[in-house]
T-cell receptor, first 112, second 115 residues
Framework: KQEVTQIPAALSVPEGENLVLNCSFT??????LQWFRQDPGKGLTSLLL?????REQTSGRLNASLDKSSGRSTLYIAASQPGDSATYLC???????????FGTGTLLAVQP | SAVISQKPSRDICQRGTSLTIQCQVD?????MFWYRQQPGQSLTLIAT?????????ESGFVIDKFPISRPNLTFSTLTVSNMSPEDSSIYLC????????????FGEGSRLTVL
């Protein structure tokens, strides 16, 4: 059974810092991995999608990497801003289904 | 991408009542998914809804408690039946975007509080 873990559970950084969020999964037979952002009381916003054959994806200040063999992904946020404050979730889609299994999330606070 | 609209966005309900949540997608999609997010928790898949067939429920979720309809390729409903305070959660609808690759998009969620 696939399990997804995110470290750290919470992170507070000053504005302008570069930071890394970590995601690990137990079953490497994945179809893709997605990073989402969730603002308090809101739905999910898709940030980046990495297919199992890819190593990384970039969008603006965000860069996500995938190492399928070791069951790890990282989300790198450059030059953090207070507007980046949110919960970041990673989720993996299994190879045989379209189901997303979510991690526990990292609550990020960027201090002005 | 896919734009997904849910309603209600939030509601306060009395114990023992039922509430139906609606989900509308701006394009035709094969599968729609319903998730639950309990307070302080991550998302858990309730069921997968295919048009023209019964929904497929995950372990721990049953049709009597969470009946789902999928009348066409752009719409689905989730009913939370005979609610108790433990059902207080955010319920989210999801569907795959048209670009392929398995990217899922989510609605804004429906926050239910059961008194």
């Amino acid at each position: 059974k696939q399990e997804v873990t995110q470290i750290p559970a919470a992170l507070s950084v000053p504005e302008g810092e570069n930071l890394v969020l970590n995601c690990s999964f137990t079953d490497s037979a994945i179809y893709n991995l997605q990073w989402f952002r969730q603002d308090p009381g809101k739905g999910l916003t898709s940030l980046l999608l990495i297919q199992s054959s890819q190593r990384e994806q970039t969008s603006g200040r965000l860069n996500a990497s995938l190492d399928k063999s070791s069951g790890r992904s990282t989300l790198y946020i450059a030059a953090s801003q207070p507007g980046d404050s949110a919960t970041y979730l990673c989720a993996v889609m299994g190879g045989a289904t379209n189901k997303l299994i979510f991690g526990t999330g990292t609550l990020l606070a960027v201090q002005p | 991408s896919a734009v997904i609209s849910q309603k209600p966005s939030r509601d306060i309900c009395q114990r023992g009542t039922s509430l139906t949540i609606q989900c509308q997608v701006d394009s035709q999609v094969t599968m729609m998914f319903w998730y639950r997010q309990q307070p302080g928790q991550s998302l858990t898949l309730i069921a997968t809804a295919n048009q023209g067939s019964e929904a497929t429920y995950e372990s721990g979720f049953v049709i009597d408690k969470f009946p789902i309809s999928r009348p066409n390729l752009t719409f689905s409903t989730l009913t939370v039946s005979n609610m108790s305070p433990e059902d207080s959660s955010i319920y989210l609808c999801s569907a795959e975007g048209g670009g392929g690759g398995g990217e899922l998009f989510f609605g804004e969620g429906s926050r239910l509080t059961v008194l």
